[in-house]
């Protein structure tokens, strides 16, 4: 398979800008990874593992998540496993984050892989409410990633679907109340700003952490079982990379009925240190491609 790099048209009317610190503004070429993620809000990264590479990867997810429903592993396992953990550092991958975050981005520990995991329409958490006003501050920029593990086929679903360019959008006004998901997934999520993100088994789709999302629906259930595995990147910006962090410590505890818990995966990222929690291979290649990995 021929790796290529590709993405969305421009949404017309909008600009091919992005802000950056200090309220100015960098104008990207047309066709740019960057314009392109500013104006729609996602960018397609094809073929970074090529067929026989897909199927060792599943494999290794039907491996690791052995039950039945929805799972998802633990960051710390996921990062033993070089061949999963590599994919979010592989020249292809870093390139393109570049592009998008600048020369010397940040990777986040929020990595994992995924099975059968099928979320409504919503801004990822820790974008959303009060505490993440920052997220519409001039020069916030963060993608989160997926590289699914089948094709996103509109029957038997497979990746995510999008509202095209709500990253530009506030649900939960700019960040000054708990975010309310059920008018805009009824208006928006039907309208024709929603597209099916057309990813084939080994591309990566990078979104702004804004972006409204949902997994593709199944219309016809099989016994396909679908494999994801994730990580985020940032800019690298010391107030912005420890919110970030800051809040996955705040979100890993939950109180439900007057009873607080942990929620495991992101109580382990809270706890987690650079280098001293990863693997050494990996800390040798972040060194080598120039990411840098931040914790609290």
């Not at 960098?26 to 104006?39: G, I």
């Not at 094809?46 to 052995?66: K, N, P």
């Not at 979320?119 to 993608?143: I, N």
């Not at 708990?178 to 805009?184: K, Q, R, S, V, Y």
Request: negative net charge; hydrophobic residues 40%.
């Amino acid at each position: 398979m021929t790796a290529t790099t590709t993405a969305a048209a421009p949404v017309r009317g909008l600009p091919t800008a992005a802000a950056v610190p200090g309220g100015a503004t960098v104008r990207h070429a047309p066709d740019s990874l960057a314009a392109q993620l500013a104006d729609r809000g996602y960018v397609i990264v094809r073929g970074v593992l090529d067929a026989a590479e897909v199927a060792r990867a599943r494999d290794l997810c039907t491996a690791y998540l052995t039950g039945t429903g929805t799972q998802e592993m633990m960051t710390g396992e996921f990062l033993t496993d070089e061949f999963l953990a590599g994919i979010a550092l592989r020249d292809q991958v870093v390139a393109a984050v570049k592009e998008l975050m600048g020369p010397n981005p940040v990777f986040y520990p929020n990595s994992t892989t995924r099975k059968n995991v099928y979320v409504p329409w919503h801004v990822d958490a820790t974008f959303v409410g009060p505490t993440a006003a920052y997220v519409w501050e001039p020069g916030f920029a963060h993608v989160q990633c997926g590289l699914y593990l089948q094709d996103n086929d509109p029957v038997r679903g497979g990746g995510i679907d999008v509202v095209r360019s709500s990253h530009l959008m506030s649900f939960d006004g700019y960040g000054t109340r708990e975010p309310e998901f059920d008018i805009p997934a009824r208006t928006l999520g039907e309208s024709p700003l929603r597209e099916r993100v057309d990813t084939r088994a080994g591309d990566v789709v990078m979104w702004d952490g804004r972006l409204m999302h949902a997994s593709t629906p199944v219309v016809r259930e099989t016994d396909r079982e679908k494999f994801g595995v994730f990580f985020s990147y940032a800019r690298g910006h010391a107030r912005d990379n420890h919110r970030f962090m800051s809040q996955i410590a705040v979100d890993s505890m939950r109180t439900m009925n007057g009873v607080s818990r942990a929620i495991p995966r992101l109580d382990e990222i809270a706890h987690m240190r650079y280098p001293e929690s990863f693997p050494d291979w990996f800390v040798r290649r972040a060194r080598d491609t120039g990411v840098r990995v931040v914790t609290l």
